[in-house]
Protein backbone atom coordinates (compact mmCIF):
# COMPACT_ATOMS: atom_id res chain seq x y z
CA UNK A 1 0.00 0.00 0.00
CA UNK A 2 2.89 2.36 0.85
CA UNK A 3 3.83 1.96 -2.70
CA UNK A 4 0.40 3.35 -4.13
CA UNK A 5 0.63 6.19 -1.60
CA UNK A 6 4.32 7.22 -2.74
CA UNK A 7 3.31 7.08 -6.15
CA UNK A 8 0.09 9.12 -5.86
CA UNK A 9 1.81 11.82 -4.06
CA UNK A 10 4.45 11.79 -6.35
CA UNK A 11 2.18 13.19 -9.19
CA UNK A 12 -0.22 15.49 -7.04
CA UNK A 13 3.09 17.62 -5.35
CA UNK A 14 1.91 20.78 -4.49
CA UNK A 15 -1.57 20.14 -5.10
CA UNK A 16 -4.32 21.30 -2.10
CA UNK A 17 -6.09 17.85 -2.98
CA UNK A 18 -3.13 15.31 -2.10
CA UNK A 19 -4.41 14.69 1.47
CA UNK A 20 -7.58 13.88 0.59
CA UNK A 21 -6.98 11.84 -2.34
CA UNK A 22 -4.42 9.68 -0.19
CA UNK A 23 -6.94 8.74 2.76
CA UNK A 24 -9.22 7.84 -0.54
CA UNK A 25 -6.76 5.67 -1.63
CA UNK A 26 -5.87 4.42 1.64
CA UNK A 27 -9.36 3.37 2.38
CA UNK A 28 -9.75 1.74 -1.13
CA UNK A 29 -6.80 -0.14 -1.03
CA UNK A 30 -7.46 -1.02 2.39
CA UNK A 31 -10.82 -2.68 1.72
CA UNK A 32 -8.95 -4.28 -1.60
CA UNK A 33 -6.36 -6.06 1.45
CA UNK A 34 -9.07 -6.65 3.91
CA UNK A 35 -12.46 -8.44 1.98
CA UNK A 36 -11.01 -9.43 -1.43
CA UNK A 37 -9.02 -12.41 -2.94
CA UNK A 38 -6.33 -9.91 -2.98
CA UNK A 39 -5.86 -10.27 1.17
CA UNK A 40 -4.04 -13.85 0.21
CA UNK A 41 -0.59 -14.51 0.02
CA UNK A 42 0.91 -13.22 -3.03
CA UNK A 43 -2.34 -11.07 -3.88
CA UNK A 44 -1.93 -7.92 -5.13
CA UNK A 45 -4.67 -4.74 -6.17
CA UNK A 46 -4.27 -2.36 -9.02
CA UNK A 47 -4.30 0.80 -9.18
CA UNK A 48 -4.89 3.52 -11.93
CA UNK A 49 -4.75 6.75 -11.69
CA UNK A 50 -5.82 9.54 -14.41
CA UNK A 51 -5.19 13.36 -14.34
CA UNK A 52 -7.18 15.64 -16.54
CA UNK A 53 -7.75 19.26 -16.03
CA UNK A 54 -9.49 19.77 -13.34
CA UNK A 55 -10.10 16.52 -12.24
CA UNK A 56 -8.26 13.58 -10.38
CA UNK A 57 -9.44 10.10 -11.06
CA UNK A 58 -8.15 6.91 -9.24
CA UNK A 59 -9.09 3.54 -9.13
CA UNK A 60 -8.30 0.53 -6.63
CA UNK A 61 -9.53 -3.02 -8.21
CA UNK A 62 -9.40 -5.78 -6.18
CA UNK A 63 -8.42 -9.48 -7.36
CA UNK A 64 -13.02 -10.36 -6.37
CA UNK A 65 -14.05 -13.16 -4.85
CA UNK A 66 -16.89 -12.33 -2.34
CA UNK A 67 -16.26 -8.98 0.02
CA UNK A 68 -15.91 -11.27 3.44
CA UNK A 69 -17.17 -8.73 5.97
CA UNK A 70 -14.89 -8.00 8.86
CA UNK A 71 -16.60 -7.94 12.32
CA UNK A 72 -15.01 -5.02 14.59
CA UNK A 73 -15.61 -5.29 17.94
CA UNK A 74 -14.20 -1.97 18.51
CA UNK A 75 -16.70 -0.51 16.34
CA UNK A 76 -14.06 1.42 14.63
CA UNK A 77 -14.03 -0.13 11.21
CA UNK A 78 -16.87 -0.02 8.65
CA UNK A 79 -16.50 3.50 7.91
CA UNK A 80 -14.26 3.43 4.85
CA UNK A 81 -16.37 4.47 1.78
CA UNK A 82 -18.20 6.70 4.15
CA UNK A 83 -14.71 8.90 4.30
CA UNK A 84 -14.43 8.55 0.54
CA UNK A 85 -18.01 10.03 -0.08
CA UNK A 86 -17.30 12.66 2.16
CA UNK A 87 -13.92 13.27 0.37
CA UNK A 88 -14.29 12.67 -3.55
CA UNK A 89 -16.06 14.50 -5.88
CA UNK A 90 -17.88 11.33 -6.06
CA UNK A 91 -17.02 7.56 -6.08
CA UNK A 92 -18.36 4.08 -7.71
CA UNK A 93 -17.85 0.69 -7.54
CA UNK A 94 -17.94 -1.78 -10.58
CA UNK A 95 -17.69 -5.73 -11.21
CA UNK A 96 -19.06 -8.56 -10.32
CA UNK A 97 -16.24 -9.72 -7.80
CA UNK A 98 -15.82 -12.67 -10.24
CA UNK A 99 -13.20 -11.49 -12.20
CA UNK A 100 -12.72 -8.44 -9.76
CA UNK A 101 -13.83 -4.98 -8.34
CA UNK A 102 -12.88 -2.00 -9.52
CA UNK A 103 -13.90 1.20 -6.89
CA UNK A 104 -12.56 4.62 -8.00
CA UNK A 105 -13.33 8.14 -6.69
CA UNK A 106 -12.52 11.69 -8.52
CA UNK A 107 -11.72 14.45 -6.79
CA UNK A 108 -11.77 18.03 -8.11
CA UNK A 109 -8.95 19.64 -8.59
CA UNK A 110 -7.81 23.52 -8.86
Not at 65 to 81: A, V
Not at 87 to 92: D, F, I, P, Q, S
Amino acid sequence: MSQARCFLASLLVGSPAVSDALVCLSELATNAIQHSNSRRPGGTFTVRVSLHPGCLRVEVEDEGGPWLPRHHGDRQGGRGLQIVSALATGWHISGDGTTGHAVCFHINLP
